[in-house]
């Protein structure tokens, strides 16, 4: 089976600082997960012991704690502040950008729209820097229903998809007095969405490698879906499956922005020995 990756895939800027940061600080303890990858954040544990704890009372005073990449919520880091000094905050600087934005506007006085997942940790964080409740809309049906201030800020969960977000944005600036629209999409969504996008097109069937509760990795599967009919979104090669390859010349490959190379190349390597 002939294979063809992505001209971008796999590791971020900010995933890839996070995970240096953390094999720097062996038996430290991450704040809930470090990314959104259960094979690195095992291989983190196993190799340097540093391990996952989503719980800040039972965290052990002036133990060495890492902040994951989505960041967290502001009291939360002022509680973590409050047991320990020996912090090291890999939040990524993608995602302090909406934090900033949304603590500087929202004490201007402007009503807090963010795009995103209200679930997310990275959503929760940014949510929890707002001076009032923000709005929080996953699509333009949702935004439709709500009740709109005369003057509104937009920022988007960094790993939204862009013609989404152009949506929502555009709808805004047409319904309130005042529309202050901020992307917060980080370059790499950009780069990743576009890349796979394009091999979408030209494939037989199309293999994206990530998270299962990985938002950027789910959008990949979501657009390169629209493009190529057969689409699969797996963890590791394990998941691979022959019947997904019969009749098929080409395959395309991409990957979430936590999905280590190591994965990614034995994914690779499976469907080339096909």
């Known amino acids: 089976m002939e294979v063809k990756l992505a001209k971008n895939y796999g590791f971020c800027f900010g995933v890839k600082r996070a995970i240096e940061l953390a094999q720097k600080k062996p038996n430290g303890i991450t704040l809930g997960p470090l990314i959104h990858n259960a094979k690195e954040i095992n291989r983190l544990k196993e190799k340097f012991n540093v391990v996952v704890n989503e719980d800040i009372q039972a965290i052990p005073q002036d133990a060495e704690v890492i902040i994951r990449t989505h960041g967290i919520p502001k009291q939360d880091l002022q509680k973590l502040k409050e047991k320990t000094k020996n912090i090291t905050d890999a939040t990524c600087p993608y995602v302090t950008k909406p934090q900033k934005i949304c603590e500087d506007m929202s004490a201007k006085g402007y009503q807090i729209v963010i795009f995103g997942d209200m679930k997310h940790p990275e ?3 940014v949510m929890s820097y707002c001076a009032d409740e923000p709005l929080v809309v996953e699509d333009l049906e949702s935004l439709k229903k709500a009740k709109l201030r005369d003057r509104v800020a937009l920022v988007s969960q960094t790993t939204k998809n862009i013609n989404l ?10 319904h309130c007095s005042e529309c202050r629209v901020f992307n917060t999409i980080c370059n790499a969504t950009f780069d990743n969405q576009d890349s796979a996008r394009n091999l979408a097109k030209e494939v037989d069937v199309m293999v994206i490698v990530g998270g299962k509760n ?26 691979l499956d022959f019947k ?24 690779v390597n499976t469907i080339k020995a096909l």
């Open 214 to 239: 990985s938002s950027n990795t789910k959008q990949l599967y979501n657009i390169s879906k629209e493009y190529c009919r057969d689409c699969y979104l797996i963890e590791d090669f394990l998941e």
């Open 244 to 267: 997904w390859f019969i009749g098929k010349q080409l395959c395309g490959v991409t990957a979430g922005a936590s999905t280590p190379n190591w994965i990614i190349d034995k994914v």
């Open 123 to 125: 959503v929760k964080g």
């Open 165 to 174: 977000f152009l949506e929502i944005a555009n709808y805004l600036i047409s």
